[in-house]
C-alpha cells in the first residue's frame, strides 16, 4: 500500500520528454501571447482591434497560474495534516483468492488498504495526463487567439515601438507569478529556460510599462 503511494508520487515526479517538450512549447506560445498583446506602438490604432479579439475569451484552467493544473501540492498537503483518528479508521482488507489450474480456491492474501492512500494515488495517477491536456488547452487558446495580432504586427506599418514592459516584470509574470519557475523546478526540467535571476522575481517590483 505504501509502496504504492511512492511509487506513484515517483512516476508523477519524473515526468518523461514528451511533457518536457510540451512545457516548451506551452511557455512558448504563452509568452508570445503576453508580448504581442501588451506592446504599444506609433500606429497603435491598427492594431488595437486584433488585440482587444485576443483577449476576448475564457481561459483554460492554469491559464493565469499553472500550478492549478497540478494535484501535488493538493496531495502532499493532505499527506501532512490528515489526522491520526481518521487515517486510522480509513485501513480495510482486500481477501485476494488464489486457484489451481482447474478454477478451485486454495488459499489466497489478505492485502492492507486505505481509502485515502487510495484517493492519493488515485490523483497522482489521473494527473499525469490531465496536467498535459491541461498544458495543451493553454497552448491551443494562446495560439488560436494570439495569431491575428501577430500577423497585424508583421504586416502593418505600426512605427516605432513606443512601450513595453521591462524585462524583469514580463519574467516576473510568467516565471513566478503564472508559476512556471515552479513548474520547471519541480519536475527538474533542465532544458527548459529559466531566467538566471529567478530567485530576485519574487521582490521584483518595478512593473512600469516601460521599454527596457
Not at 100 to 110: E, H, P, V
Not at 115 to 130: H, M, R, S, Y
Not at 141 to 162: I, K, R
Amino acid at each position: 500500500m505504501f509502496l504504492e503511494l511512492r511509487e506513484a508520487l515517483d512516476k508523477y515526479l519524473n515526468r518523461d520528454e514528451e511533457f518536457c517538450l510540451q512545457v516548451n512549447k506551452t511557455l512558448d506560445k504563452i509568452i508570445a501571447f503576453d508580448v504581442h498583446s501588451r506592446i504599444k506602438y506609433e500606429h497603435q490604432e491598427l492594431l488595437e482591434p486584433w488585440q482587444e479579439m485576443s483577449y476576448s475569451f475564457d481561459k483554460p484552467t492554469g491559464f493565469d497560474d499553472v500550478r492549478e493544473l497540478f494535484v501535488l501540492d493538493e496531495v502532499l498537503e493532505e499527506i501532512m495534516t490528515v489526522a491520526d483518528k481518521p487515517f486510522l479508521q480509513a485501513f480495510y482488507t482486500v481477501q485476494n483468492e488464489e486457484g489451481d489450474s482447474g478454477g478451485n480456491g486454495s488459499g489466497g492474501t489478505t492485502e492492507l488498504h486505505n481509502t485515502f492512500v487510495d484517493d492519493w494515488i488515485e490523483k497522482l495517477t489521473t494527473g499525469l495526463a490531465n496536467e498535459m491536456e491541461g498544458l495543451k488547452a493553454i497552448m491551443r487558446s494562446c495560439a488560436n487567439h494570439s495569431y491575428a495580432a501577430e500577423w497585424a504586427q508583421l504586416f502593418e506599418e505600426l512605427g516605432e515601438c513606443t512601450n513595453r514592459r521591462k524585462v524583469k516584470t514580463f519574467a516576473k509574470d510568467i516565471f513566478y507569478e503564472r508559476g512556471y519557475g515552479w513548474l520547471i523546478e519541480t519536475f527538474h526540467l533542465d532544458t527548459v529556460y529559466r531566467p538566471s535571476y529567478i530567485e530576485e522575481l519574487p521582490n521584483w517590483a518595478d512593473d512600469s510599462e516601460t521599454i527596457s
